[in-house]
Nanobody, 125 residues
Framework: QLQLVESGGDLVQPGGSLRLSCAAS????????IGWFRQAPGKEREGVSC????????KYVDSVKGRFFISRDNAKNTVFLQMKSLKSEDTGVYYC??????????????????WGQGTQVTVSS
């Protein structure tokens, strides 16, 4: 079973940066497309970004385009989410999960499974 562990969350001021990590154990991560999701207080969990198994295809929700960048290092069995120009509305618990993948659609920002425990990101002055 794929086990995912998120890390890197922190308290940061608006305009700051963070890099989140999603490390896998139990199985080789390179076989899976991975998505990042977040859940703000009182809101439903939403897809933020996803990356195909080989890393050649990425997607972002409109609210983070140009500020967040997803990448993966399959040799390290880890997926990263680099977040820049953070805003208060980026506050929430960030999760990574395995997401469906097809040839036509290499990754999607929904239908996650094998969720990690999440890492808290708080953007506040």
């Amino acid at each position: 079973q794929l086990q995912l562990v998120e890390s890197g969350g922190d308290l940061v001021q608006p305009g700051g940066s963070l890099r989140l990590s999603c490390a896998a154990s139990g199985i080789t991560l390179e076989n899976y497309a991975i998505g990042w999701f977040r859940q703000a207080p009182g809101k439903e969990r939403e897809g933020v970004s996803c990356i195909s198994s080989g890393g050649g295809s990425t997607k972002y929700v409109d609210s983070v385009k140009g500020r967040f960048f997803i990448s993966r290092d399959n040799a390290k069995n880890t997926v990263f989410l680099q977040m820049k120009s953070l805003k208060s509305e980026d506050t929430g618990v960030y999760y990574c999960a395995r997401v469906p993948s097809t040839i036509e659609t290499p990754c999607v920002m929904y239908a996650g499974r094998d969720w990690g425990q999440g890492t808290q990101v708080t953007v506040s002055s």
